[in-house]
């Protein structure tokens, strides 16, 4: 955050320094939304991913089931085999493809849910530090420009008060 360390005692001083603040909580609010379209894209990505895979799956299922019948009719049919046996491979191949792509989809996942407890943490504590000086600012006498009593008990009371909600 970019407050200054003395709080002002002017309206116009506290003013600024409010719709600073509301900037500051709209540009959060911003990045959390992004964020959560962020998310959203990399569900749609592993949805789409983990259906891809379940074809895939079937695929072999069914590869494996027409391998089986071709082997018991291999003395009639043996070109037949060979045909299936390579689409079984080349459906392996595909099916471990589709594996590592759902397996980087769930790791982009993890990462974004990450980054969004990141950023509504920040966000909250940030609100919280925007709330506790606002309410300081409202609190403290509008004559007052920085006696004794504006020094540092004052600061650590409030700083006593925000580690008590935590």
Known sequence: MSAP???PADPE???KLEKEFSI?????EKKLQSAFKDMYKHEKSEAKASKVRYK???AV???EKLELETVNSLHAITRKHDVAVADLHNAQAGLHTQQQQLEKHRHDLSTAR??????AK???D???ERHDKLSQLRSSPSTQTGGPSAGPGTSGASSGASQERE
């Open 126 to 128: 940030h609100d919280r």
């Open 114 to 119: 990450t980054h969004i407890d990141q950023v």
């Open 24 to 28: 500051e909580a709209k540009s959060e």
């Open 122 to 124: 920040d966000k909250n």
């Open 56 to 58: 895939a799956e079937k």
């Open 13 to 15: 001083s506290m003013k």
């Open 5 to 7: 360390t003395e709080l």
């Open 61 to 63: 299922r069914k590869l």
